[in-house]
């Protein structure tokens, strides 16, 4: 029997057939109140001219870093305050017309981003409501498919929606983050009660809003995220409520 180091030494990759790995990144922001996703428009073949998530060949790095750096080349967007989570592997034979190619996405949240700057091989990138972003490159329209309803998910036992807000928010901004990223309008005495029913999600900060509510009146209190890391009870998208009754 060999011992490893003898193994290693005669050991032919090229026996094997040839893939590589990728990442490819769903990053959502909200502006003017509505869900967006950051698309670069690809300088290079294949697919190209046509949108598609920033991402690119995994390095000798972590796939978590290379996440971040893609996304960093490709489109200047550095992310500081950002949730970043592992989304799904992509590997169906053919997604790729270059060769077999596994996709490994993330899914990352922040809030207020920065307009884009493409870089690298994109020839364009910017921020585009979700509702917006349909025939991407390779098998993408699947994958923010599947971030998308992930973030949406979250957002019901998670406290998520803070990672879209700053260091402090008002629970009318919170509702505003929710209905963006649901896609649903929601009752605003419901909400607010629920919010304020659900131990450590947020956290009175003792602060009022600089100005007057929505429809004027007092100046509402300002929060801060709590500490809670699952929300019980659970805060249900109204369609699901109606599948839950």
Request: hydrophobic share 40%; glycine share 10%; charged share 25%.
């Amino acid at each position: 029997m060999h011992d490893e180091a003898e193994f290693l030494a005669g050991y032919d990759p090229g026996a094997y057939p040839a893939v590589a790995v990728t990442v490819d990144v769903v990053a959502l922001t909200i502006h003017a109140g509505r869900l967006c996703v950051l698309l670069v428009e690809r300088g290079e073949q294949p697919f190209a001219g046509r949108r598609a998530l920033p991402g690119g060949f995994v390095r000798d790095e972590a796939l978590d870093v290379a996440a971040m750096r893609e996304l960093g080349e490709e489109t200047g967007v550095h992310l500081e305050r950002v949730h970043l989570e592992q989304l799904k592997t992509y590997g169906d034979p053919g997604r790729d017309p270059r060769m077999r190619v596994f996709s490994v996405a993330y899914l990352a949240f922040a809030p207020s981003l920065p307009e884009p700057e493409s870089g690298t091989d994109a020839a364009g990138a910017y921020w585009v409501p979700v509702e917006e972003a349909t025939g991407l490159a390779f098998d993408h329209d699947v994958i923010l498919a599947d971030g998308l309803e992930r973030a949406r998910a979250k957002l019901e036992y998670t406290p998520l929606a803070t990672a879209f807000a700053g260091d402090e928010f008002t629970i009318s901004e919170l509702r505003q983050i929710y209905t963006a990223v649901w896609g649903e309008e929601l009752h605003a005495g419901n909400f607010h009660r629920k919010v304020l029913s659900v131990p450590g999600f947020v956290e009175s900060t003792g602060e009022t809003a600089p100005r007057g509510g929505e429809r004027g009146g007092p100046k509402p209190k300002l929060y801060r995220a709590g500490d809670a890391r699952l929300l019980h009870p659970a805060l249900l998208r109204p369609t699901r409520e109606d599948d839950v009754r």
